[in-house]
């Protein structure tokens, strides 16, 4: 199948399948350069992959092994260099029951027990990565996460000096108070 045609099937609906990754091992295959930046932006051998549906695609045979990422099919495993996550949080949505989460590559989902956000060490700073699928994580852009905060400070969850966001049940960390 070509890649337009598999483009052209992300597109049909919103609801994103993913290929069963977890399944495959080929062989490692380097030479090429693919990294993630800070901002989400997708860069092949230092140029930007700047066809949302390329990267979309690649999106979609992403898998994390021992906290390193690959692009894998069933017949190459090519290292992606992720600078913090694959996806990027770009808006959301409150529900009657939490937050539902819409991330740049067209995936949402809702935080919830599974994805849950974790606090990390990142440049000097504690910042939320959260579970967006199959071990794979994301980051909130920051308008949604001031937003987020806003709405976590009416909520008034804090334990330990963090800052807690309820959704679906949980309370999900957001960051340190001062």
Not at 82 to 91: C, E, K, S
Not at 136 to 153: M, P, Q, S, T, V
């Amino acid at each position: 199948m070509s890649i337009s045609k598999i483009t052209k099937s992300l597109y049909k609906t919103k609801d994103i399948s993913f290929p069963p990754v977890h399944l495959w091992n080929p062989e490692l295959c380097e030479g090429q350069q693919i990294s993630i930046n800070r901002e989400g932006e997708w860069f092949y051998n230092k140029s930007q992959i700047k066809n949302k549906k390329l990267v979309q695609l690649f999106s979609t045979v992403i898998r994390k092994d021992d906290n390193n990422y690959f692009l894998v099919t069933p017949s190459e495993k090519v290292p992606v260099d992720v600078d913090l996550a694959p996806y990027v949080i770009t808006n959301f949505e409150i529900t009657n029951k939490g937050i539902h989460l819409e991330t740049n590559l067209d995936y949402s989902f809702d935080l919830n027990k599974l994805n849950s956000t974790n606090l990390i060490d990142f440049e000097g700073s504690k910042l939320p990565i959260i579970h967006v699928r199959n071990g794979i994580e994301g980051f909130f852009n920051r308008n949604i996460y001031y937003k987020l905060i806003d709405i976590a400070l009416e909520q008034n969850v804090i334990k330990n000096k963090i800052l807690y966001i309820h959704s679906m049940g949980v309370d999900h960390p957001l960051g340190k108070i001062a």
